[in-house]
T-cell receptor
Framework: GDSVTQMEGPVTLSEEAFLTINCTYT??????LFWYVQYPGEGLQLLLK?????DKGSNKGFEATYRKETTSFHLEKGSVQVSDSAVYFC??????????????FGTGTRLKVLA | DAGITQSPRYKITETGRQVTLMCHQT?????MFWYRQDLGHGLRLIYY???????DKGEVPDGYVVSRSKTENFPLTLESATRSQTSVYFC?????????????FGQGTRLTVV
């Protein structure tokens, strides 16, 4: 079935370091792909998205490119800040067998950025 | 205020009691979802709904009941709470079956079953 696999965390980086969080997916067709971020004590909020192959989503200095050859959507940021400390989730929306619609999430990757 | 709100934010209940978590959205989104978040499991889908009076089971529906009599509300009931249902519960909504449609999440309800 459809699934999303994220790299294990936690990831601990120093401020201004380069960040990569890996995400690969298994799905039929070419689904849209999302990255969500969850700050401490809050719900999830959309960070960026890509709707077709080779699209690059970007927001707040984060980027992710939809690569159909490797079925991947890795999240990157060139210089992280302490305020980026959060849990990051990769997700894809899928049609359920009943014809309705649901989101599949990865297990999340916790990022801690040290000053 | 527009948005999606969950209540209560925190709840402690005893094993065997019935408890209902509320979710309300103001966008008239067709789709609504309930997830639970547990360490090591990420987000797991409990139930979802495509419209009023249409609900479907997710990955982990056992022990939970939902209803959706109105588009804007999607309450989740634990019929007889167990300690394994201690978790953080998130409600979400989405405009529907459009390719790039995102889901919007509530702030979560932290439920402790003692």
């Amino acid at each position: 079935g459809d699934s999303v696999t994220q790299m294990e965390g936690p990831v601990t980086l120093s401020e201004e370091a380069f960040l990569t969080i890996n995400c690969t997916y298994t799905a039929t067709g070419y689904p849209s792909l999302f990255w969500y971020v969850q700050y401490p004590g809050e719900g999830l909020q959309l960070l960026l998205k890509a709707t077709k192959a080779d699209d690059k989503g970007s927001n707040k200095g984060f980027e992710a490119t939809y690569r159909k050859e490797t079925t991947s959507f890795h999240l990157e940021k060139g210089s992280v800040q302490v305020s980026d400390s959060a849990v990051y989730f990769c997700a894809l929306p899928r049609l359920a067998t009943s014809g309705t619609y649901k989101y599949i999430f990865g297990t999340g990757t916790r990022l801690k950025v040290l000053a | 205020d527009a948005g999606i709100t969950q209540s209560p934010r925190y709840k402690i209940t005893e094993t065997g009691r019935q408890v209902t978590l509320m979710c309300h959205q103001t966008w008239s989104h067709s789709y609504m979802f309930w997830y639970r978040q547990d360490l090591g499991h990420g987000l797991r889908l409990i139930y979802y709904s495509a419209a009023a009076d249409i609900t479907d089971k997710g990955e982990v529906p056992d022990g939970y009941v939902v209803s959706r009599s109105k588009t804007e509300n999607f309450p989740l009931t634990l019929e007889s709470a167990t300690r394994s249902q201690t978790s953080v519960y998130f409600c979400a909504s989405s405009a529907g079956l459009i390719r790039d449609t995102e889901a919007f999440f509530g702030q979560g309800t932290r439920l402790t079953v003692v």
